[in-house]
């Protein structure tokens, strides 16, 4: 039961993953701290990769940069506090500091999945217009295109960090999470939160659902011209650039469905839990890997760089 007392929060308690003082250690040691020390390296070498070799500068690899980039910003807002507070014994968070988690982790995370419409645009262009694709992916519209997601995201992270600045919340401030979710948070409050409900199901729908409709649409169109291409290797080369990027979208777009179907379908706020790491941290460590193992040119570029070697 919440206490009916209303107030400006101080500050909110992270209650995190275990309150069982045997598992911090453990948590902090083979969890938490191995996958951001993971995600960092990895997403770090995929962008100095593209960034050393000439032959990796096309628009395909400049969104695969740009990708890493923010998966290292996603982790980095959410996990460094995580590892600080189980090393301290701690779970508190600043009320600045919860707003603050909040905005970014909307502006990242959706940044994240605008990317990835973009990619999957990038893909349908050189599949579906190979001829034009050189004129239609110029290098201007590549960093446009990449501005606007982040206008777009920013917008959409100021918009519900404005309308949780009105809220008064009540006395108990615990947040059974690893970070400051907003859906959480919003629970926490004892003020009305109508106006915050009706952004999350709306605006945070569609900011989803237009990336998401794209993508299928993109590889709606994609599957359709490289069926019709009479050569099976020219179908192979076709299918097996889009392969790492369907990878990736089946596993954001796959975590972020179970986070969904985890807060809707159960009350256990361990499986809630545990269903936002794997949307909040796994994808963001395995996007290297799944990038650098089915990529003959970018485990090309990681070879060059790792041996000090200059491309040829």
């Known amino acids: 039961m919440k206490s009916k007392t209303q107030t400006l929060a101080a500050e909110f308690l992270l ?15 083979l969890l938490f701290l191995s996958m951001y020390l993971v995600t960092i390296l990895g997403n770090l070498l995929i962008i100095l990769a593209v960034s050393s070799d000439p032959h990796l500068h096309t628009p395909m690899y400049f969104f695969l940069s740009n990708l890493s980039l923010t998966d290292i910003c996603v982790s980095t807002t959410t996990i460094p506090k995580t590892l600080v507070n189980i090393q301290t014994h701690t779970q508190n968070i600043t009320y600045t500091g919860c707003l603050s ?40 519209l590549c960093v446009l295109l990449v501005l606007l ?24 401030l615990g947040i059974p999470h690893f970070f400051c979710e907003l859906v959480q948070l919003i629970k926490l409050a004892c003020s009305d939160t109508l106006i915050n409900n009706l952004l999350i199901y709306s605006v945070t729908s569609l900011f989803a659902g237009i990336p998401l409709s794209g993508i299928i649409f993109s590889y709606t169109q994609i599957v359709s011209s490289v069926l019709k291409m ?26 972020a469905f179970g986070v969904y179907m985890s807060s809707a379908v159960t009350d256990s706020s361990i499986k809630n839990v545990v269903a936002s790491m794997m949307y ?32 040829l």
């Open 101 to 140: 988690q909040v905005c970014f982790v909307l502006i990242f995370g959706g940044l994240e999945s605008c990317l990835l419409a973009v990619m999957a645009f990038d893909r349908y262009v050189a599949i579906c217009h190979p001829l034009r694709y050189p004129t239609i992916m110029n290098p201007c």
């Open 230 to 255: 009479p050569s099976m290797d020219g179908r192979y080369k076709a299918f097996s650039t889009c392969g790492s990027h369907l990878l990736v979208v089946s596993l954001f777009y796959g975590t």
């Open 280 to 311: 909040m941290v796994v994808p963001q460590m395995l996007n290297p890997f799944i990038y650098s193992l089915r990529n003959r040119e970018m485990k090309g570029a990681l070879r060059h760089l790792i041996s000090g070697k200059p491309p």
């Open 149 to 172: 997601c982040l206008l777009v995201t920013t917008m959409n992270a100021l918009l519900h960090t404005l309308t949780v600045l009105r809220l008064s919340f009540c006395t108990d």
């Open 15 to 29: 209650l995190g993953l275990s309150e069982d003082s045997e598992l911090q250690p453990i948590l902090f040691g």
